[in-house]
């Protein structure tokens, strides 16, 4: 059967007159409705683990403007948490991890069956949202790409040129594969999971793609992403899978084509022009607004808006920004962006 919802529509590969739109980080603490809930929840996983308020989370900023999709409210983080790393948030600073840089490391982590006891409420808050969600928004679930989980596995914390992960990569290549097949596993059986929940579409976030090169970008980002499509079209052959290797510049050529993704998700250091002629030509193609637009408003965030939009107007195209949207965003750019998309 044809689908109906317009994300589900440009992800079979439909040219839609006005692209359907969502937002990386949507639900976040730009809004007061997210930082009270926060609050209440009392800190960031306990938010993550709390199906009713993860999905209350998620459907804020459905209610608030009325977003095509809705993205399950969770973090790339839990994975490794569920395969046996100990995970906790500083707050100021951001995530911190138990590190694997040795075997002995390595062996203390847990099989990946084992990583649903962790992850059943996550699995609890797809099935709270798709009997909350309206009938025409899209439910997306996704997971970290194993390079970017492994960035953090690695280095126990974010990092800003992934130099843990890529110094492993180099000395200890048997521990590296063997740490990026593990969470390759784990990441299958989560999107699986919450596909079975009912997540409609998927999204492997490869935040730090960009900075594997060459060779190394084909190993590490475009065999994983394939690995984990292939694995998932087998099991539910009808469900899309977005790939956003992030800051892949000129190997976004090729990506969808190479791993099988439905749609490539693009950032904001390439051109909409640009992705038209090299990307698009494949299929579907997200993004790609800069989010600082979100901060800065005025004419530029229209006029770049509605620019993207006619870039990319000649084929399958989901709108959303390059990368998410960030805490001192003004809510009042987020409906303007909203506005100019849809007045075309
Ligand atoms: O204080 C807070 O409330 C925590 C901020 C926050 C939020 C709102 C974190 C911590 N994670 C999230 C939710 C989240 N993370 C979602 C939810 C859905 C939505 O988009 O609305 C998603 C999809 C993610 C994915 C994620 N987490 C990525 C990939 C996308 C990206 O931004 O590149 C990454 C790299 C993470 C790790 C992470 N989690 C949180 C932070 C601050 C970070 C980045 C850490 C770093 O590298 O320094």
């Not at 590190?99 to 709270?128: M, S």
């Amino acid at each position: 059967m044809a689908p109906t919802k317009t994300i589900l529509r440009a992800l079979a590969g439909e040219t839609l007159p006005t692209p359907p739109i969502w937002m990386m980080r949507q639900a976040g603490r730009y809004l007061p409705e997210y930082r009270a809930t926060r609050a209440e929840a009392g800190d960031f996983l306990s938010l993550c683990y709390n199906p009713e308020l993860a999905a209350e989370v998620t459907l804020q900023p459905i209610r608030r403007y009325g977003f095509d999709a809705a993205i399950l409210f969770a973090d790339i983080l839990l994975l490794p948490q569920a395969l046996g790393a100990d995970l906790w948030f500083v707050t100021g600073e951001g995530p911190r991890l138990s590190t694997v840089q040795t075997q002995a490391d390595f062996d203390k982590l847990g099989p990946v069956e084992d990583i649903h006891e962790t992850l059943n409420p996550i699995y609890e808050t797809v099935r709270i949202l798709r009997g909350a969600l309206p009938s025409e928004t899209t439910l997306i679930g996704f997971a970290g790409a194993p390079w970017t989980v492994a960035t953090y596995m690695i280095a126990g914390r974010g990092t800003p040129d992934q130099g843990p992960a890529h110094a492993l990569r180099q000395e200890n290549t048997a521990l590296f594969e063997a740490l990026l097949a593990r969470i390759t596993a784990g990441t299958i059986d989560y999107l699986a999971a919450q596909i079975d929940a009912g997540a409609e579409v998927v999204k492997i976030f490869d935040s730090w793609a960009g900075s594997l090169k060459g060779e190394a970008f084909e190993k590490y980002a475009v065999a994983p992403a394939q690995e984990i499509t292939a694995a998932l079209k087998e099991r539910h052959p009808h469900i899309p899978v977005i790939g956003f290797p992030r800051e892949a510049g000129d190997a976004y050529i090729g990506f969808a084509r190479a791993t099988g993704v439905d749609c490539v998700a693009l950032d904001n250091s390439v051109s909409a022009e640009w992705a038209a002629q090299h990307v698009q030509v494949d299929g579907c193609v997200q993004g790609n607004l800069a989010s600082r637009h979100m901060v800065t408003g005025g004419a530029a965030l229209v006029e770049e808006t509605k620019a993207i939009v006619a870039a990319l107007s000649k084929g399958p195209h989901i709108f959303n920004l390059g990368h998410g949207i960030t805490p001192d965003a003004d809510p009042d750019n987020v409906q303007r962006m909203i506005d100019a998309v849809r007045e075309g």
